[in-house]
Nanobody
Framework: QVQLVESGGGLVQAGGSLRLSCAAS????????MAWFRQAPGKEREFVAR????????YYANSVKGRFTISRDNAKNTVYLQMNSLKSEDTAVYYC??????????????WGQGTQVTVSS
């Protein structure tokens, strides 16, 4: 079982920045694709960003392109989400997810418990 623990959420003014971290308790961390999702109050969960195995290609939702950057440090078993130019619509609970290299693309094997990001105007 893989445990994912998010941190770095909080309250920030519009236009500001935050960096989220997700630490994984997995020795073969490099074999997992990692992603960030978010869920705003009253809304469905939505995809934010993904990074493939061993720091491969990255993918972003159109709403965050140019503002957010996903990265990973396999030596630390950690994935990051750098969020710049934050907007009020970025307010949500952010979840870290992991997908093993053998898993079908649409399925995410493990989820963190989430960290709250609140952007004030």
């Amino acid at each position: 079982q893989v445990q994912l623990v998010e941190s770095g959420g909080g309250l920030v003014q519009a236009g500001g920045s935050l960096r989220l971290s997700c630490a994984a308790s997995e020795r073969t961390f490099s074999r997992y694709a990692m992603a960030w999702f978010r869920q705003a109050p009253g809304k469905e969960r939505e995809f934010v960003a993904r990074i493939d195995w061993s720091g491969g290609p990255t993918y972003y939702a159109n709403s965050v392109k140019g503002r957010f950057t996903i990265s990973r440090d396999n030596a630390k078993n950690t994935v990051y989400l750098q969020m710049n130019s934050l907007k009020s619509e970025d307010t949500a609970v952010y979840y870290c997810a992991a997908q093993h290299i053998t898993t079908v693309a649409d399925r995410w094997d493990y989820w963190g418990q989430g960290t709250q990001v609140t952007v004030s105007s």
